[in-house]
């Protein structure tokens, strides 16, 4: 069973940079997505970024050049490097992701969030 553990998260002022860190751990048939997400107080939950295996990578509008998604060649980490942050990025970030189990045949799809990290970003 894969199981998710992020880090990076803090508090860093308008203009600063932080980079996000997010470790998996346990085996899968295969990995197909992973992504960040956040929620702000009062928000929906949103997608930040992901990487689609064999599809590329997906930035949502408000984070495009100012943030990058990558990933280690096993797949079993996930980075988002934040530039330029704004305190409308002042969100708790979710590691996700997608794929399917090798716990038996026929392979069975999971879908894993990790407990989030927080980033607070100060005017």
Known sequence: QVQLAES???????GG???LSCTSSGSAF????MGWYR???GKQHEL??????GAGTNYADSVKGR?????????NALYLQMRNLQTE???V???????????GWPPRPFDVWGQGTQVTVSS
């Open 8 to 14: 990076g998260g803090g508090l860093v002022q308008a």
């Open 17 to 19: 940079s932080l980079t």
């Open 30 to 33: 295969s990995i197909n997505a």
């Open 39 to 41: 929620q702000a107080p």
């Open 48 to 53: 930040v970024a992901n990487i689609n295996s």
């Open 67 to 75: 943030f990058t998604i990558s990933q280690n060649d096993a797949k």
């Open 89 to 91: 990025d002042t969100a």
């Open 93 to 103: 970030y979710f590691c996700n992701v997608r794929g399917y189990s090798d716990g």
